[in-house]
């Protein structure tokens, strides 16, 4: 059945980590398709979400026809979108919500400016894994739809080298629950207000420094800027607990609160998520 498909007039290249969603739906735009007509060639028709990314309704003929299509590989096209690569492999379900997020990623629009720069039109989302929430060319925050500016913000752009470098020295997914374990013992520090004075102040001022959230609550930050301000301390814990040194350790406690640089009886890390 492939020999009757051609090549789309138009066949924009996939964005490395780009959702199959995202990637059908760009295909369908720039031909003027509509994405259900378009996902009937590659197989049964679908209303394919943009930040959709299962295959487990795809078959290798689906993605014989999608490399027909484009006019390119299936290695290509896995290489971009790696879930097409587990076409036919059964879909795990796990009960941990923290291991969900480590085995697909969230999935967040591309940094608009990167995009604009290669001349690509439309919403691209990607599943972005956390050490690579940053956009160090643009100095944006990807790990949220605002995408604030970190021009003012330099200590997180630190913070996402070093949290990158974590993880490339470490083993996945031992990292990357670590900086999740991190991350949700941060919000609900910021959320109850249990942490120091220190700590509060910091993430405060970073607050400050995004400036109005025209669509939020001011007394009630969003969860994605709580993740940016609490995130240079949320990559300090990451590597503490990353390292099998002091996982478990004693003294784990006092060692958080001398590297996050506060007192050890106003870190509060024996608290649940």
Request: proline fraction near 9%; charged fraction near 25%.
């Amino acid at each position: 059945m492939t020999t009757r498909l051609r090549v789309l007039p138009l066949s924009p290249p996939p964005v490395h980590g780009e959702t199959v969603g995202s990637y059908l739906n760009r295909l369908a735009d720039a031909n003027h398709l509509t994405i259900g007509h378009f996902s009937s060639l590659i197989g049964p028709s679908r209303q394919h979400r943009r930040d959709d990314n299962r295959v487990g309704y795809w078959t290798s003929a689906g993605l014989v026809r999608l490399a027909a299509l484009t006019g390119r590989t299936s290695v290509s096209l896995i290489h971009s979108m790696p879930p097409l690569g587990t076409i036919g492999d059964p879909i795990r379900r796990l009960p941990l919500s923290a291991t969900e997020e480590v085995i697909e990623p969230r999935r967040r629009p591309a940094c608009r400016l990167c995009m604009a720069r290669r001349h690509i039109r439309g919403l691209v989302v990607r599943s972005t894994p956390h050490h690579e929430g940053v956009c160090h060319r643009h100095h944006r925050w990807l790990l949220g739809d605002e995408q604030h500016s970190l021009t003012r913000l330099p200590e997180v752009l630190r913070a996402n080298r070093r949290h990158q470098r974590i993880v490339r020295r470490g083993t996945h997914p031992t990292t990357a629950l670590a900086y999740v374990d991190a991350r949700d013992r941060l919000t609900k520090w910021f959320t109850n207000e249990v942490s120091s004075p220190p700590l509060q102040q910091r993430w405060n001022r970073r607050l400050n420094l995004l400036g109005e959230d025209p669509f939020g609550d001011p007394h009630r930050p969003s969860a994605s800027r709580i993740e940016l301000v609490t995130y240079p301390e949320a990559v300090v814990l990451t590597r503490l607990f990353a390292s099998p040194h002091w996982r478990g350790h004693s003294r784990l406690p006092a060692e958080a609160a001398r590297r996050l640089g506060i007192a050890p009886d106003q870190l509060p890390l024996s608290t649940s998520p």
